[in-house]
């Protein structure tokens, strides 16, 4: 018997009301990520990004339609069960960071993973671990507020990575990042797949999307297209000098 | 290739394989080895335009080689070429006329176009990604032009988000 998709949705929908007018955020995605899959789901501003990703990871009731989780039925779930669904296996980075402002980085970091069960030396080593790869050790005593939206950002994944989460859904978590820093997510979220972890991924970078096993593009709250990147074509030993014909 | 000739030359005079080592060394991985045969073919050329000139050296037991030094008027051109502003890339436009064009004749479907397109763009890019890790942190220049090309690929992307938002 194969294994349970980690995620499945069925014609999920999500229809905010604002003042009194629908608007149809999500409309209809049906979507099944396997095991250790990494995808990234891209479209323009607005698309339904956000809205779908928090959905999968029970941060906003869906309007209609189905999310399976693992083989269960997640979207019927009240707050308390997607608070526990949460705290041993999705980690979550949103878009606008969501880090505790009157803790320091380290105990953000810390926090989830403690919540989960872990030691408080294992949640330590752990975080010591997180904030080195995200080149964060120096901010570990800030608090969040004294950070910039970059370094920020690292923390977020951090956090999310704290409790090993089997998958890990994220949302833009390289939308403030220089290319130097952008390279250090990259890395560490090259490692957590080889981990055979799970990764849903919600990205505007090419850089990132272009590593991701699979691409989701969402239109208007509808999936358009999905399907893998292309390995590439060209002979493997290039150099960058053949980017200068790549671009001709 | 005329005018980084010229560069190298308004350092120092040089013949044509010093030339070719000194770009080498320079661009590292980062520009495509330049072949000997083009080097001459295009001092020859900088020569009968008369920005640069060759004298013969004698070499002992081997034939005489030439030695391009910059004239005067190589100075010229080659500060005018630093004084103005180097054109900008294109839009790439075939694709665009594809886009625009396509649908009318029935030849395929826009929205079909563009995830084709965008798939394309995105296993370049990951091209870039695999190139970008196999080279080495001391080879800035290969690096930069590598960052340069992914951000290039990243507007092609974000352009091609806003065809689809508006054409569709
Ligand atoms: N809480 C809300 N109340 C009402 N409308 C909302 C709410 N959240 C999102 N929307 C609307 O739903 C649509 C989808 O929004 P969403 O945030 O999912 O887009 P996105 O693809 O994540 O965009 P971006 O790339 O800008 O982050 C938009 O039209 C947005 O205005
Ligand atoms: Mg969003």
Same mark, same amino acid.
């Given at each position: 018997?194969?294994?349970?998709?980690?995620?499945?949705?069925?014609?999920?929908v999500k229809i905010y009301q604002n003042g009194g007018v629908p608007v149809p955020a999500v409309r209809g995605v049906d979507l099944r990520v396997e095991r250790g899959e990494f995808v990234a789901i891209m479209?323009?501003?607005?698309? +339904?990004?956000?809205?779908? %990703?928090?959905?999968?990871g029970g941060l906003d009731p869906r309007t209609s339609g189905e999310i399976w989780l693992d083989g269960k039925r997640a979207d019927t779930l009240g707050e308390s069960a997607w608070a526990l669904l949460r705290r041993k296996k999705i980690g979550f980075v949103f878009q606008f960071f969501n880090l505790v402002a009157n803790m320091t980085v380290a105990d953000n970091v810390e926090l989830p993973a403690l919540l989960a069960g872990a030691s408080p030396r294992e949640a330590r080593e752990r975080r010591e671990r997180l904030?080195?790869?995200?080149?964060?050790?120096?901010?570990? $005593?800030?608090?969040?507020?004294?950070?910039?939206? +970059?370094?920020?950002?690292?923390?977020?994944?951090a956090r999310a990575l704290a409790n090993r989460p089997s998958l890990l859904l994220a949302d833009e978590p390289t939308g403030n990042l220089d290319s130097r820093n952008t390279r250090d997510v990259l890395k560490l979220l090259g490692e957590v797949h080889r981990d055979g972890q799970t990764i849903i991924m919600v990205t505007? $970078?090419?850089?990132?999307?272009?590593?991701?096993?699979r691409v989701v593009s969402l239109l208007d709250g509808q999936i358009v297209d999905d399907g893998a990147v292309a390995a590439p074509r060209r002979r493997p030993r290039g150099t960058a000098g053949d980017v200068v014909e790549l671009r001709g | 290739m005329r005018l980084f000739l010229l560069a190298l030359l308004a350092k120092e005079p040089a013949h044509g394989y010093e030339l070719k080592q000194a770009?080498?060394? %320079?661009f590292g991985s980062a520009y495509p080895s330049p072949n000997i045969g083009q080097i001459y073919v295009t001092l020859g050329r900088l020569e009968k335009d008369g920005l640069v000139r060759a004298v013969d050296v004698e070499q002992s037991n081997r034939p005489n080689k030439k030695v391009y030094y910059l004239t005067a008027a190589g100075r010229e051109a080659l500060d005018a070429w630093a004084d103005e502003p180097t054109e900008g890339p294109r839009v790439r436009d075939e694709f665009f006329m594809k886009l625009v064009l396509a649908p009318m004749t029935g030849v395929a479907d826009r929205m079909a176009l563009i995830n084709r397109q965008r798939r394309h763009y995105l296993s %370049?890019?990951? $091209?870039?990604n695999g190139l970008a890790e196999r080279t080495a942190p001391e080879?800035?220049?290969?690096?930069?032009?590598?960052?340069?090309a992914m951000l290039h690929l990243q507007a092609d992307l974000d352009w091609l988000e806003r065809c689809q938002e508006d054409l569709s």
């Open positions: 018997m194969r294994a349970d998709p980690v995620v499945t949705t069925v014609n999920l479209g323009p501003s607005g698309s +339904g990004k956000s809205t779908l %990703i928090h959905m999968l904030l080195d790869a995200l080149g964060l050790t120096g901010c570990a $005593d800030a608090a969040p507020a004294q950070l910039a939206g +970059g370094e920020q950002q690292r923390v977020a994944l505007h $970078d090419a850089r990132v999307a272009s590593l991701a096993d | 770009l080498e060394q %320079i %370049i890019m990951r $091209d870039l080879d800035r220049v290969a690096l930069l032009l590598i960052e340069g």
